[in-house]
């Protein structure tokens, strides 16, 4: 990814589209095709030479521009006639996000792989799932893989639509009217790119779209840092259902020898933060002055390789980390029984439902004796057993077939054959 950035391949993308420019000129009778096969021959450019250039000129592309010049001779004054800077910048930045976009999509593909292998080697492991931060209902490990694999697939879809709303360039000139291009010049320059031509313009593609460019990388990274969080919350002592793998010889704390850190996914938080300021600066780039300002410029020149390796590093660490986390099923059972039977309270509130109690009635019995299992800790099912009003409608034999696991996982293949067996999504 940070080649792509780099000042060479920048340059070599602005030289494309200068040299497509020029041959479709050629093509338009604009510009000698003679002088068309010395452009193409002698083209190049020294970025050192770019660089010394830019310090006395203070413009980059009138920088680069020269120091073309100075490779091409004489036939250079055929270059960029009749083009804006813009022209060159706009379109050659859409390329190198397309670009990005492709590494990034690829990088999502990876991260797909890694949560469908582990959604299935987890599809019946039994833990405690969790609302409000407290124990819910049973769930399986291989459940909430499977529905942060929906959530990615849904990211790449995100990554995708972002890259076919960016992928627009434009050749028009000072204001967008062509009054020195001519429109096929912008066409040609563009099929050749493997881009659009944007359909009306300024001085520069609007910015709405590079906006939802940078909220569909900010929406992943946060996705990304969702899945981190649950991770720390699994891995805190009291709970250590998962841990991030601890390598030999790898050291946690400078103070406690003890410590196993969640430091990958505390580190993928920090950086989603991060990427959320670039969605929130490519946003207030929308409006700009008029036919345009440089207020963005300065922000692109940040954000564009920065925001598209940061989610490249948070894709690679992420997807490493996943590939390696270690899972303690039977600390998973060991928390699930945690409470005593109270997260089976829903299955019996319906068992006396479906016996001919009323609703009202059934959750106030229920309920009461959760509360009594909560305050004096013990256990609930022998507390159901004692109780008058659940004997009258329930045997021992309904209420241990209420407390079973599998009740919960009954759907389990259903929910699978939706996330993995032929959606939309998991096709992508």
């Given at each position: 990814?940070?080649?792509?950035?780099?000042?060479?391949?920048?340059?070599?993308?602005?030289?494309?589209?200068?040299?497509?420019?020029?041959?479709?000129?050629?093509?338009?009778?604009?510009?000698?095709?003679?002088?068309?096969?010395?452009?193409?021959?002698?083209?190049?450019?020294?970025?050192?030479?770019?660089?010394?250039?830019?310090?006395?000129?203070?413009?980059?592309?009138?920088?680069?521009?020269?120091?073309?010049?100075?490779?091409?001779?004489?036939?250079?004054?055929?270059?960029?006639?009749?083009?804006?800077?813009?022209?060159?910048?706009?379109?050659?930045?859409?390329?190198?996000?397309?670009?990005?976009?492709?590494?990034?999509?690829?990088?999502?593909?990876?991260?797909?792989?890694?949560?469908?292998?582990?959604?299935?080697?987890h599809k019946g492991t039994i833990m405690?799932?969790?609302?409000?931060?407290?124990?819910?209902?049973?769930?399986?490990?291989?459940?909430?893989?499977?529905?942060?694999?929906?959530?990615?697939?849904?990211?790449?879809?995100?990554?995708?639509?972002?890259?076919?709303?960016?992928?627009?360039?434009?050749?028009?000139?000072?204001?967008?009217?062509?009054?020195?291009?001519?429109?096929?010049?912008?066409?040609?320059?563009?099929?050749?790119?493997?881009?659009?031509?944007?359909?009306?313009?300024?001085?520069?593609?609007?910015?709405?779209?590079?906006?939802?460019?940078?909220?569909?990388?900010?929406?992943?990274?946060?996705?990304?840092?969702?899945?981190?969080?649950?991770?720390?919350?699994?891995?805190?002592?009291?709970?250590?259902?998962?841990?991030?793998?601890?390598?030999?010889?790898?050291?946690?704390?400078?103070?406690?020898?003890?410590?196993?850190?969640?430091?990958?996914?505390?580190?993928?938080?920090?950086?989603?933060?991060?990427?959320?300021?670039?969605?929130?600066?490519?946003?207030?780039?929308?409006?700009?002055?008029?036919?345009?300002?440089?207020?963005?410029?300065?922000?692109?020149?940040?954000?564009?390789?920065?925001a598209t390796i940061l989610l490249d590093?948070?894709?690679?660490?992420?997807?490493?980390?996943?590939?390696?986390?270690?899972?303690?099923?039977?600390?998973?059972?060991?928390?699930?029984?945690m409470t005593r039977g109270l997260v089976?309270?829903?299955?019996?509130?319906?068992?006396?439902?479906?016996?001919?109690?009323?609703?009202?009635?059934?959750?106030?019995?229920?309920?009461?004796?959760?509360?009594?299992?909560?305050?004096?800790?013990?256990?609930?099912?022998?507390?159901?057993?004692?109780?008058?009003?659940?004997?009258?409608?329930?045997?021992?034999?309904?209420?241990?077939?209420?407390?079973?696991?599998?009740?919960?996982?009954?759907?389990?293949?259903?929910?699978?054959?939706?996330?993995?067996?032929?959606?939309?999504?998991?096709?992508?």
């Amino acid at each position: 990814m940070a080649d792509i950035w780099s000042d060479r391949n920048r340059y070599q993308k602005w030289l494309d589209v200068e040299l497509l420019a020029c041959e479709a000129m050629a093509v338009r009778g604009m510009i000698p095709e003679d002088s068309l096969a010395v452009i193409r021959s002698k083209a190049a450019f020294d970025v050192a030479r770019i660089e010394e250039i830019e310090k006395e000129v203070k413009h980059d592309v009138i920088a680069f521009l020269t120091s073309v010049a100075e490779h091409v001779g004489e036939e250079a004054r055929y270059i960029h006639m009749g083009l804006t800077s813009s022209d060159i910048l706009d379109t050659s930045f859409a390329v190198l996000l397309k670009e990005a976009a492709n590494h990034l999509i690829a990088g999502v593909d990876r991260l797909l792989g890694v949560l469908k292998k582990r959604a299935f080697e987890h599809k019946g492991t039994i833990m405690i799932g969790r609302s409000h931060g407290i124990h819910a209902e049973p769930v399986t490990f291989g459940l909430k893989m499977a529905l942060w694999y929906q959530e990615m697939a849904r990211n790449r879809g995100r990554l995708a639509r972002a890259r076919e709303t960016v992928s627009y360039g434009k050749l028009s000139g000072a204001v967008g009217t062509y009054a020195f291009v001519d429109p096929y010049v912008e066409s040609y320059v563009c099929e050749k790119l493997g881009l659009k031509p944007a359909p009306i313009s300024t001085q520069i593609v609007q910015r709405d779209r590079h906006a939802e460019y940078f909220s569909a990388l900010a929406i992943c990274a946060s996705s990304i840092e969702k899945f981190a969080i649950e991770i720390r919350h699994l891995q805190r002592t009291e709970v250590r259902e998962v841990e991030e793998y601890f390598s030999k010889g790898q050291k946690g704390s400078s103070a406690m020898p003890h410590k196993r850190n969640p430091v990958l996914s505390e580190n993928l938080t920090g950086l989603a933060r991060l990427m959320r300021s670039y969605a929130l600066v490519a946003m207030e780039n929308i409006p700009l002055w008029h036919e345009r300002d440089i207020s963005h410029s300065s922000v692109e020149r940040v954000i564009g390789p920065d925001a598209t390796i940061l989610l490249d590093f948070m894709l690679g660490r992420f997807t490493g980390m996943m590939e390696e986390l270690v899972v303690y099923p039977e600390r998973m059972l060991k928390n699930l029984a945690m409470t005593r039977g109270l997260v089976y309270s829903q299955m019996v509130l319906l068992r006396l439902v479906e016996g001919g109690m009323s609703r009202e009635k059934a959750y106030e019995v229920v309920q009461k004796r959760a509360m009594q299992s909560w305050q004096e800790e013990l256990n609930f099912k022998a507390l159901l057993l004692e109780d008058e009003d659940v004997k009258a409608v329930l045997s021992e034999k309904d209420l241990d077939d209420a407390f079973r696991e599998d009740n919960y996982t009954t759907h389990a293949d259903d929910i699978f054959k939706r996330v993995f067996g032929g959606t939309d999504e998991a096709k992508a």
